[in-house]
């Protein structure tokens, strides 16, 4: 399980590392553009019911902690869908579940020798 603070609040919000890594690479790519943009998500079974929804801005601290030694593999198809709905008017909606599957295979490209 990850962390991610954000602001001055010391209260961390907790992620799993899988999640974690793709919110920490989607924030950087666009905090460095200076593009805001919210992101939400809902409560785990031992908060309140209910869901939280941030406004990510490039002036606000943000850290990302994770429990795990080395850095977690990102699905770039899965990244892209996350940006784009990051760029909508609704926001990035984070739900576990997308990041329990594992990456969908990358096909690969075979070259036919000239005859």
């Not at 992620?15 to 998500?41: C, G, Q, Y």
């Not at 795990?68 to 990035?92: M, Y």
Request: hydrophobic letters at 40%.
């Amino acid at each position: 399980m990850g962390y991610l603070y954000y602001g001055s609040d010391t209260q961390a919000i907790s992620m799993p590392d899988r999640m974690l890594a793709h919110v920490k690479v989607l924030a950087a790519t666009k905090l460095r553009r200076n593009e805001s943009f919210t992101i939400t998500w809902r409560h785990t079974d031992d908060e309140a019911p209910g869901r939280t929804t941030l406004w990510l801005h490039p002036a606000i601290p943000l850290r990302f902690t994770f429990s795990t030694v080395d850095a977690e593999k990102i699905d770039g198809p899965l990244l892209q869908r996350l940006a784009a709905e990051a760029s909508s008017s609704g926001g990035l909606n984070l739900d576990a579940r997308l990041f329990t599957l594992e990456p969908e295979p990358q096909p690969t490209l075979t070259l036919a020798a000239a005859g």
